[in-house]
């Protein structure tokens, strides 16, 4: 078993491949979801280490600034990405969060693209296509989960 962070731009598909991942039994968290995340949009530090030094199976997702103080506690961090055309359809056709709704969002994810994707790509053990059928990228975390 292990710890895997999934982490990519808005839009990728972390927490729909989250949603596939929790419905094949893995504990499974979205900190996009559950107050994980505070005002600043940092993870609560006290509260990510519990949940990493309690569980050694659970697999993560978020894209968060202060989230490389904890890559050495996940034995894989998986990058999602995908072309920002791709990016952009998802994000003005969810119906589950309204970023990315407005012009100013999607203009932020562009930038986000640009200056942040690299520095995920860096710090990533895997890169995986967000384009791939969910079924594929669960496939792959799960390998990753169960060693």
């Known amino acids: 078993m292990a ?3 999934v982490t990519g731009m808005s839009g990728v598909g972390k927490s729909t ?3 596939a991942l929790r419905d094949r039994g893995h504990h499974a968290v979205d900190t996009d979801y559950g107050h994980w995340e505070l ?4 993870w609560d530090e006290p509260r990510m280490s519990r949940l990493l030094a309690e569980n050694t ?3 993560v997702s978020g894209t968060v600034e202060n989230q490389g103080r ?3 506690r996940f034995d894989h961090v998986v990058l999602l990405s995908a072309p920002l055309s791709v990016l ?3 994000v003005q056709n969810r119906t589950g969060n309204p970023y990315g709704s407005s012009p100013a969002d999607r203009a932020e994810i562009a930038g986000y693209l640009a200056t942040v994707e690299p520095l995920l790509r860096r710090s990533a053990t895997v890169e995986l296509d967000g384009r791939r059928p969910v079924s594929e990228l669960a496939d792959a975390v799960e390998e990753l989960i169960l060693g």
Request: charge should be neutral; hydrophobic fraction near 45%; proline fraction near 5%.
């Open 3 to 5: 710890r895997v962070l």
């Open 17 to 19: 491949l989250l949603a």
């Open 39 to 42: 005002p600043d949009g940092t």
């Open 57 to 59: 199976h659970v697999v």
């Open 70 to 72: 904890f890559h050495d």
């Open 88 to 90: 952009l359809q998802r």
